[in-house]
C-alpha cells in the first residue's frame, strides 16, 4: 500500500517530468534524493513506477530520459492528467487514436 511520502514524491517527481519535457532528462538519483529529501531506495522506487507506465526510460550510465507524453501508459486517472498537462505545457498536437 502506497503511503503519503510516496505518493507525494510521485506527484513530485511528475511535476519535474512535466515541467523538464520529452526528451530531457531527469537528475541522477542521489540528486533527487537531496532535492526531495527522501532515501535513494524511495527514489528508485518511484522511478520504477514511472517506468513501468512508459513515462521515462531508465538506463544505465547514460541516465534517467522522459518518453514524449503519447507513450505513457493511460490507465490511471493522474498519468491522463500529467499527460495533459504536459502537452498543453510542451505544445503537442497529439490527439487519441480514433479521436474525431
Not at 538519483?29 to 512508459?54: G, M, N
Not at 521515462?56 to 493522474?78: A, E, F, L, Q, S
Not at 498519468?79 to 487519441?96: C, F, L, N, P
Amino acid at each position: 500500500m502506497a503511503t503519503f511520502r510516496s505518493n507525494k514524491l510521485l506527484a513530485n517527481l511528475m511535476d519535474m517530468v512535466v515541467e523538464l519535457g520529452p526528451g530531457a532528462k531527469l537528475p541522477a538519483q542521489d540528486q533527487l534524493s537531496k532535492k526531495f529529501k527522501a532515501s535513494r531506495t524511495l527514489i528508485r522506487e518511484q522511478l520504477a513506477i514511472l517506468e513501468y507506465l512508459q513515462i521515462i526510460n531508465v538506463r544505465p550510465k547514460t541516465g534517467t530520459t522522459i518518453n514524449h507524453c503519447v507513450k505513457w501508459t493511460p490507465h490511471r486517472d493522474d498519468v491522463r492528467d500529467w499527460a495533459v498537462e504536459s502537452m498543453q505545457k510542451h505544445g503537442s498536437t497529439y490527439s487519441k487514436p480514433g479521436a474525431v
